[in-house]
């Protein structure tokens, strides 16, 4: 894997912290170039390890060994310092601001190969693959919806649930009581009785999360 450096000036030290954490950002900006300038610019006070454009090409800015100014205000698992423990890779893209689109295959190819070397190399684990909303959802959206994190996850790169929504839905509506036999039915049962205001037999995450409190009750 080819990549070039263009070093940025906005690192600093790691303080001997072990990396096991990757997290993943989308630009944001109008362009690659906008993009490149801002996180070399010593006045940003931003940077990333990586940049991958569109076309799958990668520009390395800061060494690993450094800790890069990527994550910001955030948090994963209870630790709060993201910058000082992860490698942070930005992907080009406009992002919601300025034209969200589809991450191009050449991009995701090459966004791929630098993960799984990354991974293989530094020994992160997979629930310690994630996007900069993770870690920052209440200031943050990348990523975003169009990032193919189920392809990445099939390429062992992070995760993503072997069983279907509706098929965990069926367990855990068997395990309080419920005949799953017609899931929709049962669905609209379930929701008739705990959530009267919205009955539209389709499993969403208050289903989800009301039906967990419940279990826990057991």
């Known amino acids: 894997m080819k990549t070039t450096d ?35 610019n010593h006045d940003s006070r931003v940077s990333a390890h990586y940049i991958v454009d569109e076309d799958g090409s990668v520009l390395r800015l800061v060494g690993e060994d ?11 698992r209870g630790e709060t310092n993201i910058n000082q423990r992860s490698i942070g ?7 919601h601001e300025f034209g969200y689109r589809p991450f191009p295959a050449a991009q ?22 994630v996007g900069h909303s993770d870690i920052a959802p209440t200031r943050k959206e990348d990523p975003g919806e169009l990032f193919d994190w189920k392809t990445l996850a099939g390429l062992k790169i992070g995760l993503w649930p072997k069983t279907p929504a509706a098929a965990i839905a069926a367990d855990a509506l068997a395990i309080y009581g419920y005949e799953t036999t017609d899931l929709h039915k049962a669905i609209t049962a379930f929701q008739r009785h705990f959530r009267p205001a919205s009955l539209t037999g389709l499993w969403d995450d208050e289903c989800a999360g009301i039906l967990a409190a419940l279990l826990a009750m057991l």
């Not at 800790?67 to 994963?76: K, N």
């Not at 995701?108 to 693959?129: F, T």
């Open 6 to 40: 263009r070093p940025s000036p906005n690192f600093d030290t790691r303080e001997g912290h072990p990396i096991d954490m990757l997290v993943l950002h989308y630009t944001g900006m109008k362009t690659g170039a906008e993009a490149i300038e801002r996180l070399c």
């Open 66 to 76: 450094r800790r890069a100014w990527h994550a910001g205000i955030s948090s994963w």
């Open 89 to 95: 890779i930005e992907i080009v893209n406009p992002g």
């Open 108 to 129: 995701m190819k090459m966004v791929a190969m630098l993960c799984r070397d990354i991974i293989s190399r530094q020994r992160i684990p997979a629930r310690n693959v």
